[in-house]
């Protein structure tokens, strides 16, 4: 309750109970009991109808401050829930950017376990109408084991190679007669971490001249 309300409320009950025992001591008193609770009615009635008003301005004014209590918590309910949902906006980017990390490292190990093939035309050999290439493979990658290289279709003079190490720096020395058919080199491969793979290039030779294709790695 205000204070300005309370003493309002003290200073009217004060004066109704002094103006009630004036009128005690100086009118007439009753002389029946009926009389006597009339009196007394009379007495209390305006007091409590004050004192009702005043709680019910009292109730009013809590309620308002309930009712905006209510408000400020929904806005910090509010204002937290942002906040939260901000935060798992933010710990998801983290997450997936460690996530996005760890697999940038782990395809940087398993590109530093494998090997890495250069095929290079070394020389061509022209001999009674028959042309012979030698090409050379270059593993500038790390060491391969369970080296097996195939060519489909065969080429004259050459089918596959196996070889059970190829270390780092090593070079192979492949010889054969090239169709002016386009031929699809395929080399398998175990890497370092005992992973299998694989990788393809194109070999052909166009008008006296021998092509290697571009190496893609399969696996």
Do not use: C
Not at 109 to 128: E, M
Not at 181 to 186: G, L, Y
Request: proline share 4%; no cysteine.
């Amino acid at each position: 309750m205000k204070d300005k309300r309370f003493v309002a409320g003290l200073i009217f009950t004060v004066g109704w109970l002094g103006f009630s025992l004036y009128m005690l001591l100086t009118k007439k008193q009753p002389t029946e009991l009926n009389a006597w609770g009339d009196f007394f009615a009379g007495f209390f009635a305006p007091l409590a109808f004050l004192w009702l008003v005043l709680g019910y301005l009292q109730q009013g004014e809590e309620l308002r401050h309930s009712t905006e209590a209510l408000r400020l918590q929904a806005e910090e309910l509010k204002n937290s829930v942002e906040q939260q949902s901000q935060l798992v906006a933010v710990s998801r980017e983290q997450m997936q950017q460690e996530l996005r990390a760890l697999e940038d490292e782990r395809e940087r190990r398993r590109d530093a376990a494998r090997p890495k093939f250069i095929p290079q035309h070394s020389t061509t050999i022209r001999s009674g109408g028959t042309t012979e290439y030698k090409i050379k493979l270059v593993n500038v990658g790390n060491t391969a084991t369970k080296f097996r290289m195939r060519v489909d279709p065969e080429l004259d003079g050459f089918s596959f190679h196996n070889q059970a190490i190829v270390s780092n720096g090593e070079v192979i020395s492949l010889s054969f007669k090239a169709s002016p058919n386009p031929t699809i080199a395929t080399i398998n491969y175990v890497d370092a971490d005992g992973l299998p793979g694989e990788v393809r290039f194109d070999l052909s030779a166009e008008a006296e001249r021998f092509v290697i294709g571009e190496v893609h790695r399969v696996v």
